[in-house]
């Protein structure tokens, strides 16, 4: 039984609006940031699903690097966080709101 | 077998979108990105990227949610306080999310017979092939997030590390 690519592209869709719909209505930086991970995830699901398509080993080349810079990318931004939380004493991104205290 | 693998995690995977959406605590939402994570991990492997699979299942729920659950301990996150954001996200976000999703899916819809259908088995990638282009078209790529993964890892020891 065979599963239409269109199903696994409109599943990574819904997934990139719920990820930019939790990004919008979040308080707390950490889940912010966690929404930000799922859009990423999202669009790996449409990379690999567009590989099977076109039988191209490329979009999955493109997945490998997204990882490899979304792991970069939690480091720095965690580290940027525990920095954030160290001068200003809360994670509410409401309260976050100079570059500089 | 397909259908119904498909159907089991794609909707665990909506599921626990939706729980990270109305989960008011982080380490709540931490949880339920780990099986979503998890599960895509699994349409990988439909979709016949094998590597790529095993390699969701160890960077992103080991790695980076581990880094995330960490910090959420570390910072004793409670739970998310009820205060309103800004208005204009609120009236133009929900909407615009709206609207981009259905977009996406009836631009994806309209396409459904051009796209075709994944089976079982019918193109997989193994390691080998993948490794292969990796290590032999797009070599300078590969070596240039080494230094980026450095980078990264500098940052974040200097950012986080203690001041003075």
């Excluded at chain 1, 979040?26 to 799922?38: V, Y």
């Excluded at chain 2, 051009?114 to 080998?128: E, P, Y």
Aim: aromatic letters at 10%; glycine letters at 6%; charged letters at 10%.
């Amino acid at each position: 039984m065979a599963v239409p690519i269109a199903w696994y592209l409109i599943l990574s869709a819904a997934l990139f609006s719920l990820g930019v719909f939790a990004f919008l209505i979040k308080r707390n930086i950490i889940s912010i940031f966690m929404s930000i991970e799922l859009m990423l995830n999202a669009v790996n699901l449409a990379f690999v699903a567009f590989a099977n398509h076109w039988h191209q080993v490329s979009g999955q080349i493109f997945v490998f690097f997204v990882m490899v810079v979304a792991a970069a990318e939690a480091a720095v931004g965690l580290a940027i966080i525990i920095a954030v939380f160290r001068s200003r004493g809360t994670l509410n991104v409401d309260q976050i709101n100079l570059m500089k205290l | 077998m397909h259908l119904a693998l498909f159907l089991i995690f794609g909707l665990l995977c909506i599921g626990g979108a939706l729980n990270l959406l109305l989960q008011r605590h982080p380490i709540n939402s931490a949880l339920s990105l780990i099986v979503v994570m998890s599960s895509l991990s699994v349409l990988y492997l439909l979709l016949g990227a094998e590597f790529l699979a095993l390699a969701q299942i160890i960077v992103y729920s080991g790695a980076i949610m581990v880094l995330f659950v960490f910090v959420i301990m570390l910072l004793n996150a409670g739970e998310e306080q009820r205060t309103h954001g800004s208005r204009a996200a609120y009236l133009a976000g929900i909407p615009g999310v709206l609207a981009l999703f259905a977009v996406l899916a009836s631009t994806f819809f309209t396409l459904r017979t051009n796209l075709g259908s994944a089976r079982l088995g019918s193109f997989l990638v193994s390691t080998g092939d993948l490794s292969r282009v990796l290590f032999r078209n797009l070599l300078l790529p590969f070596e240039v997030t080494s230094v980026l993964i450095l980078v990264a890892i500098l940052g974040a020891v200097v950012l986080a590390g203690k001041e003075q």
